[in-house]
């Protein structure tokens, strides 16, 4: 039972920007998201089991539609939240506070919610595996090189 190493979720590892595969390895070159030129430049293979991070040309395209859906997602939460503690009214400009502090946060936060999106865009893609360390990666087959971090 020693060697039984416990079973990383998968939210931890999607949230903490961990390889699909093994949810070990960081998917991320630089730790600080917050590096603005770095935010998204990711190890070309998980540093853990091997995983290609990129599986084709234009992979992350998508992800466009995953970082909508997550700053809608956020704003929804900040609506409630904003509704329950401080309330809206026609009488006064409350719903605009929450508005503009609301893009506000979302403008902050933005380098988080691109990497979660990549995260979450390639866990959706690659499936863990717990045996990965016996089982050969799946290597990129549809990669054109020029066309790499071209999106
Ligand atoms: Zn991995």
Not at 18 to 24: D, G, Q, S
Not at 59 to 64: E, K, R, W
Not at 80 to 99: K, N, P, Q
Not at 124 to 139: I, L, M
Request: with cysteine; net charge positive; proline share 4%.
């Amino acid at each position: 039972m020693a060697d039984k190493v416990q079973k990383p979720g998968y939210l931890i590892s999607v949230f903490d920007n961990r390889c699909p595969r093994c949810r070990l390895g960081k998917i991320f070159k630089h730790r600080n998201a917050y590096n603005l030129k770095q935010t998204v430049v990711m190890n070309e293979k998980c540093p853990v089991c091997g995983q290609p991070t990129d599986l084709e040309t234009g992979f992350y395209y998508g992800t466009g539609y995953v970082s909508y859906a997550l700053a809608v997602a956020i704003s929804g939460v900040t609506f409630v939240a904003w509704l329950l503690t401080i309330g809206f009214s026609l009488e006064d400009s409350r719903f605009f506070w929450w508005m503009g502090i609301n893009a506000v946060l979302l403008v902050v936060i933005q380098p988080l919610i691109m990497r979660l999106s990549r995260s979450l865009w390639l866990s959706w893609f690659v499936k863990y595996d717990p045996d990965w360390k016996k089982h050969e990666v799946a290597e990129s087959e549809r990669l054109v090189k020029e066309h790499q971090n071209n999106w």
